[in-house]
C-alpha cells in the first residue's frame, strides 16, 4: 500500500510563506494549533470572539498593534494555504455524510451545486440592449472624467460638448488614511 503524502508538509508550507517561530507569538502558535487538532468542543461566533479576547488579553502589552495585525495577515495567508489544499479532499469527505443538517463542532457544512451560466448572446434583442449599455457607459464614463478634471480647476468647472459647463463633483465620502499590509512572495 503507498503511503499517503501528509495534508500539511510544515516544512513546504513554512517555505511557501516564510514563517518562523518567531514570527508568530506563542499565543497565536498555540490557540491555532489546539483549533486544529482537538476534535472536541464546539465553535460559534461567540466562541472565537472569547478565544480573541483572550488572547488580546494576554498580548496586551507585550507586542505592538501593528506587529499583532502583521502576525494575524501572516497567519490569514498561512490558513488560506491550508484551506485552498483541504477543500477538495474536505468536499469529498462532507459527501459521505447524508442528507440534512450536518455539523461538525457546531459548525454546519453541506455540500451543494455550483451555479449555471447562460450564453444570452445568441439573442438579438440581447446583443442589442448590450450594446446601447455599452455606448451608455462610456458616455458615463466620459462624463466623470470631465468633472474631475474641474476639480483641477480653479473655478471647478469643465466645458463639455457644445460648451455645455460641467460642474465639479461633490464630496459622497472623504478617504480616510488606511493601512495596507503586503507580504512578500
Known sequence: ???KKPLFDEDELRDTVELTESDVPAIFRQNIIETLVNPGGYFSK??????VNIAAQKLDGHISPLQALVNIKVIQEYLSLWEERLRPLAKDDALRYGK???KIRGVEFVVQGGSTSYN???NSEYNELSQQIAELTKKQADLV???????KSPERVAIGEGGLVIEAPSVKKAGGDILKI???K
Open 46 to 51: 461567540m466562541h472565537i470572539a472569547n478565544m
Open 145 to 151: 472624467d470631465l468633472m474631475k478634471s474641474a476639480l
Open 1 to 3: 500500500m503507498a503511503k
Open 182 to 184: 503586503t507580504i512578500p
Open 120 to 122: 444570452y448572446d445568441e
Open 100 to 102: 440534512g443538517e450536518n
